[in-house]
C-alpha cells in the first residue's frame, strides 16, 4: 500500500497559461500534502504544505498567489501554477503522510513543467 | 538552515562491492529518513531511523545515527546495477516538513 500518483506526469505549456498538477493517495487517506520542486541535478526544495480542508502554508520565498495549492479531500491535493513563465519549468513532486501513521512520507512519481 | 548535507556529492563502484553514503545535518532531529531517486522519477523511501536508534538494517541497507555528531550513513552491500540512483537524506523540522541534503550521486557499474 501507500501509492501516490501525479497526473499529468509530464506538460508543456506556454507562457502566461496556467497549469494544475494533480496529487492523490490512491489507497491511504492523506490529511497532509506537501509539494516540492526540483530543478536539474538538485535537490528537492518544499514548497509547501498542504492540509486537508484548510489553506496550505508556504515555504518563505514561494509565492501563494502563483502556486495555488488545494487540497479539498483526503485524498487529492492539487498544484496550480499560474501565469507560468519559463523560470518555473520544473520537476514538482508531491509527497504525502497517511492519516495516523508514521512520520513516512509517501513520494508521487513527479511531474515534469516545461514553459515555452 | 539546510538540514542535510550528503558526502560524497558523487561514487562510482563496481557491482557486488558496497557504497557507504554519509549525511550531517545541524539541527536536532527526531528521526532522519533515507531516499533513492531514479533519474526522472520520484522518491522511493528506504530507511527511517529515530533519533534513540543507533543502528537499524533493512534487506542489504544498513543506516547508522550519531546524534552526538549529527550524523548518519547508508551502507549498501554487495551493490546492484539497480542500485544506480541519487540517495538523499532528509530531517523533519517543524512538525513533519522535510529538509533534503544535495544528495549522493551512486553510479553501480557492472
Known amino acids: 500500500g501507500a501509492v501516490v500518483s501525479q497526473h499529468p506526469s509530464w506538460v508543456i505549456c506556454k507562457s502566461g497559461t496556467s497549469v494544475k498538477i494533480e496529487c492523490r493517495s490512491l489507497d491511504f487517506q492523506a490529511t497532509t500534502m506537501f509539494w516540492y520542486r526540483q530543478f536539474p541535478k538538485q535537490s528537492l526544495m518544499l514548497m509547501a504544505t498542504s492540509n486537508e480542508g484548510s489553506k496550505a502554508t508556504y515555504e518563505q520565498g514561494v509565492e501563494k498567489d502563483k502556486f495555488l495549492i488545494n487540497h479539498a479531500s483526503l485524498t487529492l491535493s492539487t498544484l496550480t501554477v499560474t501565469s507560468a513563465h519559463p523560470e518555473d519549468s520544473s520537476f514538482y513532486i508531491c509527497?504525502?503522510?497517511?492519516?495516523?501513521?508514521?512520520?513516512?512520507?509517501?513520494f508521487g512519481p513527479g511531474t515534469r513543467l516545461t514553459v515555452l | 538552515s539546510q538540514q542535510g548535507e550528503e558526502d560524497p556529492q558523487a561514487l562510482s563502484i563496481q557491482e557486488g562491492e558496497n557504497a557507504t553514503m554519509n549525511c550531517s545535518y545541524k539541527t536536532s532531529i527526531n528521526n532522519l529518513q533515507w531516499y533513492r531517486q531514479n533519474s526522472g522519477r520520484g522518491l522511493v523511501h528506504l530507511i527511517l531511523?529515530?533519533?534513540?536508534?543507533r543502528e537499524k538494517h533493512s534487506g542489504r541497507l544498513r543506516v547508522t545515527l550519531d546524534t552526538s555528531k549529527k550524523s548518519s550513513s547508508l551502507l549498501i552491500t554487495a551493490s546492484r546495477a539497480a542500485d544506480t540512483a541519487s540517495y538523499f537524506c532528509?530531517?523533519?523540522?517543524?512538525?513533519?516538513?522535510?529538509?533534503f541534503g544535495e544528495g549522493t550521486q551512486l553510479t553501480v557499474n557492472p
Open positions: 531511523i529515530r533519533s534513540n536508534e
Open positions: 532528509a530531517g523533519p523540522y517543524s512538525g513533519s516538513r522535510l529538509t
Open positions: 509527497s504525502a503522510l497517511r492519516t495516523g501513521g508514521t512520520d513516512t512520507q509517501y
